[in-house]
């Protein structure tokens, strides 16, 4: 599955944006596919934010997005969306979306970020004080 995030953008602080993840190839609807997000900031390592399982049934946050970020997918459209409101300064970051090719709904998605080897590019997250 091919991958390409998208909706990035300079927003001020408390704003919103809405990211999306559009599969291509073997899409979502062809096969089961958790989806996560991760963000990177400059000199940071890559963190793991949200992630969504196959059918939508669960979903995970870590605690500094939780309440103002919400994960959804639409397979028919091999899409996933990262709704993001209250933006904060600590929010900027390149934003990229992944696949893991699976059927866990459950609520640890941290074991499956092995799992997570389809990547698409990023898109840049810059929040402004």
């Known amino acids: 599955v091919q991958l390409q995030a998208s909706g990035g953008g300079l927003v001020q602080a408390g704003d919103s944006l809405r990211l999306s993840c559009a599969a291509s190839?073997?899409?979502?609807?062809?096969?089961?596919?958790?989806v996560g997000w991760f963000r990177q900031a400059p000199g940071k390592e890559r963190e793991f934010v949200s992630a969504?399982?196959?059918?939508?049934?669960?979903?995970y946050y870590i605690s500094s997005v939780k309440g103002r970020f919400t994960i959804s997918r639409d397979n028919a459209k091999s899409t996933v969306y990262l709704q993001m409101n209250s933006l904060k300064p600590e929010d900027t970051a390149v934003y990229y979306c992944?696949?893991?090719?699976?059927?866990?709904?459950?609520?640890?998605?941290?074991?499956?970020?092995?799992?997570?080897?389809?990547w698409g590019q990023g898109t840049q997250v810059t929040v402004s004080s």
């Open positions: 992944a696949a893991a090719h699976t059927y866990y709904a459950g609520d640890d998605y941290q074991h499956l970020l092995p799992d997570f080897t389809s």
């Open positions: 190839g073997r899409t979502f609807s062809d096969d089961a596919y958790a």
């Open positions: 969504i399982s196959w059918s939508g049934a669960s979903t």
